[in-house]
Antibody
């Protein structure tokens, strides 16, 4: 069974940084694209960033470009999201998702973790 | 960016009834690259439909998807108690992936 376990969330001040991790198991991590999707409290889903299986291609939403960086370590079966210059509007539950690739940069999310809460507040 | 508009915002129905949810795109979604997800309170989303009409293994056949271009529909043929939830559509026809705002299916 696919298992995705996020960690690293917490309370951070505006302008601060945080790194989220997602430990993956139950599938061949090194060949699978992965993504981060977030959900602000009481709101809908918002795609954040995706990375190809090789790690050679990354894609990000305009709302986080230049501030968030997605990466992966296939030796550790772990996905990361480095978040810098955090804003109040980044407050959300951040989900790690395993992707199915329809084409380059075009993914849907076939498995999800339970999420980790990031709160940006003074 | 492709904007997805879901309607209605809330659907009030009884168990056993049929639910019809709509997802309209601001421009054509290439290759019918549209997915549907179900989210119950406090839980992560679950994939229901991909490619507009394909069901992953394990998804009951009371869930069906249809549509192409800019208009897509998720139908739940007979609502079970566990189907009362929020449903989201997502397009992956462009590399700027987007979700609709969601439709809540509640018990009438």
């Amino acid at each position: 069974d696919v298992q995705l376990l996020e960690s690293g969330g917490g309370l951070v001040q505006p302008g601060g940084s945080l790194r989220l991790s997602c430990a993956a198991s139950g599938f061949t991590f090194s060949v699978n694209a992965m993504s981060w999707v977030r959900q602000a409290p009481g709101k809908g889903l918002e795609w954040v960033s995706s990375i190809s299986g090789s790690g050679g291609s990354t894609y990000s939403a305009d709302s986080v470009k230049g501030r968030f960086t997605i990466s992966r370590d296939s030796s550790k079966n772990t996905l990361y999201l480095q978040m810098n210059s955090l804003r109040a509007e980044d407050t959300a539950v951040y989900y790690c998702a395993k992707d199915t690739r329809a084409a380059a940069g075009k993914y849907y999310f076939d498995s999800w973790g339970q999420g980790t809460l990031v709160t940006v507040s003074a | 960016e492709i904007v997805l508009t879901q309607s209605p915002g809330t659907l009030s129905l009884s168990p056993g009834e049929r639910a019809t949810l709509s997802c309209r795109a601001s421009q054509s979604v290439s290759s019918s690259y549209l997915a549907w997800y179900q989210q119950t309170p406090g839980q992560a989303p679950r994939l229901l439909i991909y490619g507009a009409s394909s069901r992953p293994t394990g998804i009951p056949d009371r869930f069906s998807g249809s549509g192409s271009g800019t208009d897509f529909t998720l139908t739940i043929s007979r609502l079970e108690p566990e189907d009362f939830a929020v449903y989201y559509c997502q397009q992956y026809g462009s590399s700027a992936l987007t979700f609709g705002g969601g439709t809540k299916v509640e018990i009438k």
